[in-house]
């Protein structure tokens, strides 16, 4: 029974996840929430454990939401699989499409709207990970603000997050 939750769970998160990764935190959690796979303060271990890996954050999280809900390598390839369908089928849709579509004002119509939903939904995604869990300290504030300034003068992401962690473990131990 929990295969198909998290099949029927990842597909419709795959399905209606526009925007990327980040994008679709919100839907994730709202899933977890239901079946009650998980606590919160797993699923912010997720997404941190998700963002340092190799790969696509929403394909990661499916993975060990995957494993973590069914307790085996399976669930995790049934929420990975569950997941990544959605875009394979639509990807082919539309690339079909497009190729004939191309220039038409009502599909460029629709990619220009679909721009502020994704905005909106990574804002979501940052609000979601501000909660009694992840309180946030000054500690963190001076971390967060040593990141902001590090991507603005354009430092390597690789560099700013091992400097995080050096930081992290000099503040909170």
Request: hydrophobic share 55%.
């Amino acid at each position: 029974m929990v295969y198909l939750q998290l099949f029927i769970a990842f597909f419709k998160i795959g399905l209606f996840g526009f925007g990327g990764g980040y994008a679709i935190l919100s839907l994730i959690q709202h899933e977890i929430e239901r079946y009650g796979w998980m606590s919160q303060q797993e699923f912010t271990d997720i997404i941190a454990i998700s963002q340092m890996t190799p790969g696509p954050i929403g394909i990661n999280s499916a993975t060990y939401v995957g494993y973590t809900a069914s307790g085996s390598v399976l669930g995790s390839v049934v929420a990975t699989f569950a997941i990544v369908l959605p875009s394979f089928i639509i990807m082919l849709i539309l690339c079909k499409l497009y190729l004939r579509l191309r220039g038409n004002i009502y599909i460029e119509g629709a990619f220009v709207g679909l721009r502020p939903v994704v905005v909106g939904l990574i804002g979501a995604a940052a609000l979601l990970l501000m909660n009694k869990e992840n309180f946030i300290d000054y500690k963190s504030f001076l971390l967060f603000g040593g990141v902001l300034v590090g991507s603005y003068f354009k430092v390597h992401p690789i560099l700013l997050i091992i400097a995080a962690g050096i930081a992290g473990l000099f503040l909170y131990s």
